[in-house]
């Protein structure tokens, strides 16, 4: 399969990127800085930002799946929505219909499956960006598109242990999961329509 990535050179993008090449896809991945990505077998790296329409446009081009890792950090105005927002159109426009993104358990109506100190926390820390990824899921159930939209709990950098718990029963509660599970999870989702159109959690 032919992939397009938005969000390679972060954490779980990275591990998206690693094991998509291992299972023999191709990978084209938009990058801010290509250097961050080691040339290899199988990928193309889209030098460009997310805003860039252009680049987004090359990144989309030929692709069987999109998979969109966006993260934002710090002070900065949230990427999550107005980049989602460019893919979205470069894939109408491409005529690409299969969407993958991963935003976060506490977003929409997964709100109460964050524990409940912790959603206070999350609340008046994240504000923005959680507001960013309401928007960038309300974006993408409108698009009219194939999504799945997959919700972590919180990220570590462990190892792959495959043994994480997944699924649409609201009652899962966030726990840790390392994001190599994460990118497991999201490249099961290649073959696999079960949550076609659907917000699974992965915990
Ligand atoms: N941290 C947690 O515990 C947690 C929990 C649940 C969900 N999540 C969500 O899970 C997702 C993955 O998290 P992560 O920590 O693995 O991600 P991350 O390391 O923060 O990576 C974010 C990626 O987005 C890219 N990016 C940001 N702005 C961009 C722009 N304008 N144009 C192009 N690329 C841009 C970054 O590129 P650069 O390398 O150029 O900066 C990087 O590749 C994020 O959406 C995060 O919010 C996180």
Sequence with gaps: MHI???????????QVLAQALEQGHSVAALARKPSKLAATEGLETVPGDVLDRA???????GADTVICVL???GGKEP???RGTERILEAMQEADVRRILVVTSLGVGDSRDQIPFPFRLVMNLTLKRILAAKEEQERLIKAS???WTIIRPGGLTDGPKTGTYRSGLDRSLKAGRIARADVADFVLRQLTDATFLRRTPAVT
């Design 4 to 14: 397009a990535l938005f969000g390679a050179t972060g954490g779980t993008g990275q």
């Design 55 to 61: 680049a987004v446009k090359t990144c989309v081009s």
């Design 71 to 73: 993260g934002s950090h």
């Design 79 to 81: 990427i999550e929505a």
């Design 144 to 146: 009219g598109l194939d």
